[in-house]
């Protein structure tokens, strides 16, 4: 989220330091300090059981009866304490288009509205989860019978160390006059809103409520309020003005949101990642990528290309791998005369293509909230990438044929980048080998991924200080929590659509624009593209793909070729001017100005799509390599 302090334009308006602001500061310090300790201690010890478990499967033929249960403990605290630390860090998505075009003190009025609704919205959140945890006190887990209510004791106290946190924002950062003014005028909503009678006004038009909600839902998107918030925001205005649950179900479905054992995969997936970018291992694969494709037209950015396929990998996350490849080939792109928008532009397509590379974090969402299998997913992403790639990598080769970009690689540093990249290389090899033969599963994998990246980071390249270890845990617990807490907001949002009538609302679009499965699936890209701009892709997913798979089966087309169209569509949105997010990654990371990398991203976007129908119209693309190797289709 875009705050004061990060706003250069804004720096000037912030409140002078004083004693009680820097004892403030201080406190808010250590509670952030203490909650990513908290949450990559759970992630390390949940990562200790899973591989004692699998050890003790091999060993005896027997597992922990109480894994699960102890997993979801893990989930739970990862997703909500290390998303508040992670609130505090401005890890979570937000846009800022329109806050940019805004004089500065209607921006920072802007801004402090927003961190007074957010403390509204987790004040009420943790009032409803205090109710679901007393609700859940009696009851006790089958195995280790403790109280349920445990698994939901994160949720209030991650709402009410993102209250302190967007408190520290208001008192620290913020002009008092200003933020005065933004609480009353929040207050005064929130009292109209409460006092008036909203049930019996909607009540006459249900339609009414569920377009209120998503009304709000963009609106608040746009002004920049973090699309987690968002969702919860909506929610609450939603149950508000229906009889459809009472407040207690946003809690309830936050925790389900976060309660299936697959998910423990996604911070495990992130923490190898880092490992690996922190043992230079990415620019091992730079090294190689230029050994193959270097010495050609458009040489870099046809490396850059190779570099984020073979990136993707290893790490899972898109916006892990821009960072990692864009910080290494930045230098060596201004050395050999390339614009920086060129090198943004090719960041971002190269990311969206990624998508569908295993082990892609939207991958493991997907199979999350889908029947399809993951391992089948896994092996049927690959081919699609590959197509992608190849179609990014000849619209490079034909911009550059005039141009003088080349190799300058030596035939001994092609030689010596080869052998280098073994080791790196076999990581993704070993994690799709093991979830498509049945040797373990997706979480198990992801556990010895990062063991594996630790021994190569810590042991062979000697690269990370094993004293380095914890630290880059509590880094990964702020990241894996913003994106577990998205899934978490999604998820009641999610819930919250369906009660709404959502599905029934989208058949009848489709009945109104005919029983077409070529038109069903030109809409859903253009939906997915347009929505996952806006909501950086994850919570697109988990909001559409449960809704939409249904319908997809109905006119007969592939459950597993429709996700994956799915995913490279919510990709391309990711990384879509001028609101994906992933864009402005790429143009931070490669040092660019916005405006010009996105008309140097024009071609690319327009080749992403028609890469996209290709293999959207083109079923062999996705099912064949999942054919050849027997996966469950």
Avoid at 282 to 308: N, P
Wanted: aromatic fraction near 8%; glycine fraction near 8%.
């Amino acid at each position: 989220m875009v705050t004061l302090a990060e706003d250069a334009a804004l720096t000037a308006l912030a409140p002078r330091e004083g004693a009680a602001r820097e004892v403030f500061r201080h406190f808010c310090g250590s509670l952030d300090t203490g909650a990513r300790a908290i949450a990559a201690a759970g992630m390390l010890i949940e990562l200790a059981i899973i591989v004692l478990d699998v050890l003790r499967r091999e060993v005896f033929h027997t597992s922990f009866l109480w894994g699960d249960e102890a997993s979801k403990m893990a989930l739970s605290l990862v997703a909500f304490i290390g998303g508040a630390a992670a609130y505090r860090g401005g890890q979570h998505t937000s846009i800022r288009v329109l806050l940019d075009l805004m004089p500065v003190r209607t921006r920072a009025f802007i801004l402090a509205m927003l961190e007074w609704t957010v403390i509204v919205t987790t004040g009420i959140a943790m009032w409803a989860s205090y109710a679901l945890i007393h609700d859940n006190w009696a009851n006790a887990t089958p195995i280790l019978q403790v109280s349920t209510g445990w698994y939901a004791l994160p949720l209030p106290l991650s709402m009410l160390l993102i209250a302190i946190f967007a408190l520290e924002r208001l008192v620290l950062r913020m002009p008092p006059a200003i933020v005065l003014a933004a609480g009353l005028a929040v207050a005064a909503g929130v009292a109209v809103f409460a006092g008036f009678d909203v049930t019996q006004y909607f009540g006459v038009r249900p339609d009414l409520s569920l377009g209120v909600m998503v009304a709000l839902f963009f609106v608040a998107v746009l002004f920049g309020l973090p699309v987690s918030f968002a969702m919860l925001l909506s929610t609450l205005v939603y149950l508000q003005t229906t009889d459809a649950a009472p407040f207690i179900a946003v809690p309830q479905n936050m925790i389900d949101g976060t309660g299936n054992y697959i998910l423990l995969a996604l911070p495990f997936f992130i923490f190898a990642g880092l490992i690996m970018e922190r043992g230079e291992i990415s620019v091992r694969l730079v090294r190689f990528a230029m050994a193959l494709v270097g010495r050609a037209k458009g040489g870099l950015l046809q490396v850059i290309v190779v570099t984020i396929y073979l990136v993707s990998g290893i790490s899972g996350s898109k916006v892990a791998d821009v960072a990692a490849v864009g910080s290494v080939m930045r230098g060596e792109l201004k050395r050999r005369g390339y614009r920086p928008e060129q090198g943004a532009a090719a960041l971002a397509a190269s990311a969206a293509m990624a998508e569908t590379i295993p082990p892609s974090i939207a991958m493991l969402v997907l199979g999350s909230v889908t029947p399809i299998s993951i391992g089948t997913l896994f092996v049927a992403g690959l081919l699609p990438a590959a197509v992608i790639a190849a179609c990014l990598m000849v619209l490079i080769w034909f911009r550059s044929r005039n141009s003088e970009h080349g190799g300058e690689t030596s035939t001994g540093s092609r030689l010596s980048a080869v052998p280098a990249a073994i080791l790196p290389l076999a990581m993704p090899v070993l994690m799709v080998s093991g979830i498509k033969f049945g040797i373990a599963t997706p979480t198990e994998v992801s556990t010895f991924a990062v063991l594996y990246g630790l021994g190569l980071a810590v042991l062979v390249y000697r690269a990370v200080p094993f004293r380095k270890v914890f630290p880059l845990a509590m880094e990964c617990a702020g990241t894996a929590g913003m994106v577990l807490f998205v899934l978490a907001s999604a998820a009641s949002f999610a819930w919250t659509l369906t009660a709404a009538n959502l599905p029934q609302h989208l058949v009848g679009l489709l009945d109104a624009a005919g029983h077409n499965s070529y038109v069903f699936l030109a809409g859903s890209i253009v939906m997915l593209i347009l929505i996952g701009s806006l909501l950086e892709g994850l919570p697109a997913l988990i909001i559409l793909a449960p809704l939409l798979m249904p319908i997809a089966t109905q006119f007969g087309i592939n459950g597993v070729q429709y996700a994956t169209v799915l995913l490279l569509a919510m990709g391309v949105g990711a990384f879509m001017p001028p609101v994906g997010v992933g864009f402005y990654v790429a143009c931070a990371v490669a040092e660019s100005r916005v405006e010009v990398s996105a008309r140097e991203m024009v071609p690319y976007l327009i080749v992403l799509v028609l890469s996209i129908g290709l293999i959207a119209f083109v079923p062999w693309i996705t099912l064949s390599v999942p054919r050849l190797l027997g996966s469950p289709l």
